[in-house]
């Protein structure tokens, strides 16, 4: 049991460079989460999925793009990367929705990205 | 939307003191309140949560505390060790409307405890 699994750890990109981050899941989770995290800012949520089929932006989506591939996976593009998007990305998943909203998130091991 | 403040931003005590991370709230309906510790380089991870039909609750050397009247709750660490040095989120969760649920976080306190 892996809990919620990230590909790559580690990532440079050069400005106008695009990529993928994944997230997979195996805990039958409903709900999943993107977050990046600044120094001093906290985690802050780019992107959620409550359920398989649905995605919704949350407080700083701009320049991203999120699919639910399945119940297991979700995904987080950048199209054209910039250096405000240097970040650590952190998925999260969590039984979510109707009575199991109050279920704690479980989040993976994060993905340091940097953009030059 | 939901606002949590979190404070303070950094706490800074001796092995064996307590500390106290103290968070607010601005949604009433909010009724879930998480604690995360993450140590440097790792990711977020529970320690102990709170339901709003509580007033407390204690795991060992952790304890939680919830005001509802005055939308606050407050994590203690008493007997503190090195290990305890991390960074503290908080975060509030109000039942779902339309289907999901958005958790609410604080900015988090660095928390350092010296030896």
């Known amino acids: 049991n892996a809990g919620v699994t990230q590909t790559p750890k580690f990532q440079v990109l050069k400005t106008g460079q695009s990529m993928t981050l994944q997230c997979a899941q195996d805990?039958?989770?409903?709900?999943m989460y993107w977050y990046r995290q600044d120094p001093g800012m906290g985690l802050r949520l780019i992107y959620y999925?409550?359920?398989?089929?649905?995605?919704d932006k949350g407080e700083v989506p701009n320049g991203y793009n999120v699919s639910r591939l399945n119940k297991r996976e979700f995904s987080l593009r950048l199209e054209s990367a910039a250096p405000s998007q240097t970040s650590v990305y952190f998925c999260?998943?969590?039984?979510?929705?109707?009575?199991?909203?109050?279920?704690?998130?479980?989040f993976g091991n994060g993905t340091r990205l940097t953009v030059t | 939307g939901e606002n949590v403040e979190q404070h303070p931003s950094t706490l800074s005590v001796q092995e064996g003191d307590s500390a106290v991370i103290k968070c607010t709230y601005s949604?009433?309906?909010?009724?879930?309140f998480p604690w995360y510790k993450q140590e440097l380089g790792k990711r977020p991870q529970l320690i102990i949560d709170?339901?709003?039909?509580?007033g407390e609750k204690k795991d060992q050397r952790i304890a939680v505390t919830l005001n509802k009247t005055a939308k606050h709750f407050s994590l203690h660490i008493t007997e503190t060790q090195p290990e305890d040095s991390a960074v503290y989120f908080c975060?509030?969760?109000?039942?779902?409307?339309?289907?999901?649920?958005?958790?609410?976080f604080g900015r988090g306190t660095s928390l350092i405890v010296h030896p």
């Open positions: 805990m039958n989770h409903n709900s």
């Open positions: 999260a998943s969590s039984e979510g929705g109707g009575y199991a909203y109050n279920s704690p998130l479980h």
């Open positions: 949604d009433s309906a909010s009724n879930y």
């Open positions: 975060a509030a969760i109000r039942p779902p409307s339309g289907g999901s649920y958005i958790p609410t």
């Open positions: 709170i339901r709003s039909n509580v």
């Open positions: 999925s409550a359920s398989e089929g649905t995605t």
